[in-house]
């Protein structure tokens, strides 16, 4: 009898052990595993995730720095223009047109009448000459000049190469290239070459200002006309215009 008791209270103890050794088991295997590149097995603890709380985010917004160094602020006003003329058309001056100045004598172009000096002028400034004519940075405040064209004749109007003038004489007659694009509306009663002349080119000249039947019919008349005088290396002495407006009167 007691030998059986002995027996049973083996075995209740080798159940108790054995349920204690899978406990312990079971734990152990709750631990992470984790695998290097060699594939070799590693145990660790259990691995922290880190979640930013609320409080921890930023509230700044990214920002680009601008990297242009010509942001425009303000253009000139109307009334910082006012009584301005461009030195070559004598047109008002528009803010909307582009806005040159010549750093040496103030006066202002539009870009269209930029782009004439630069193709007719050598890029000189029609009142001093200077080469040195920029953009107008807006924002920035300076003086500005107004140009009055000196009056030529035909006894002086050699003197005056690269500059705007004001000439009036009589249209002894208008050739016309042998083309028929280009005119020259002659105040001498010369050759194209030889003579003083207005003259009209095809690329945009003639159109702007009415087209030949315009051109044509000046001749006989005593017109004024502001412009650009230049000595074309093989047409001579000339007046260049580039709009109808610089025809101040035909009569």
């Given at each position: 009898m007691e030998i059986l008791i002995l027996v049973i209270i083996g075995i209740v103890l080798s159940v108790f052990f054995r349920r204690s050794r899978l406990k312990k088991n079971r734990y152990h295997r709750n631990e992470t595993?984790?695998?290097?590149?060699?594939?070799?097995?590693?145990?660790?603890?259990?691995?922290?995730?880190?979640?930013?709380?609320?409080?921890?985010?930023?509230?700044?917004?990214?920002?680009?720095?601008?990297?242009?160094?010509?942001?425009?602020?303000?253009?000139?006003?109307?009334?910082?223009?006012?009584?301005?003329?461009?030195?070559?058309?004598?047109?008002?001056?528009d803010t909307n047109l582009g806005l040159y100045q010549c750093q040496s004598c103030k006066v202002y172009y539009h870009t269209d009448s930029l782009q004439v000096l630069r193709e007719a002028n050598n890029s000189q400034c029609v009142a001093c000459q200077s080469t040195t004519i920029i953009a107008v940075v807006a924002g920035k405040k300076t003086d500005g000049q107004d140009y009055t064209p000196s009056v030529v004749t035909l006894q002086n109007y050699k003197q005056h190469v690269g500059s705007v003038v004001t000439f009036e004489g009589i249209v002894h007659k208008v050739n016309e290239s042998r083309r028929g694009n280009d005119f020259a509306v002659m105040f001498e009663n010369k050759s194209w070459t030889q003579g003083f002349k207005l003259v009209f080119f095809s690329k945009g000249g003639v159109r702007q200002v009415g087209g030949k039947p315009y051109i044509t019919g000046l001749t006989g008349k005593t017109i004024k006309v502001r412009g650009l005088l230049i000595k074309h290396p093989k047409f001579g002495y000339e007046i260049i215009i580039s709009q109808k407006s610089m025809i101040l009167s035909a009569e």
């Open positions: 595993t984790v695998y290097t590149p060699n594939n070799k097995r590693k145990e660790s603890q259990p691995p922290q995730t880190f979640r930013p709380s609320p409080n921890n985010r930023s509230n700044k917004k990214i920002s680009f720095n601008n990297r242009s160094s010509n942001t425009i602020t303000s253009l000139p006003t109307t009334t910082d223009l006012n009584g301005l003329h461009d030195a070559f058309t004598g047109a008002p001056l």
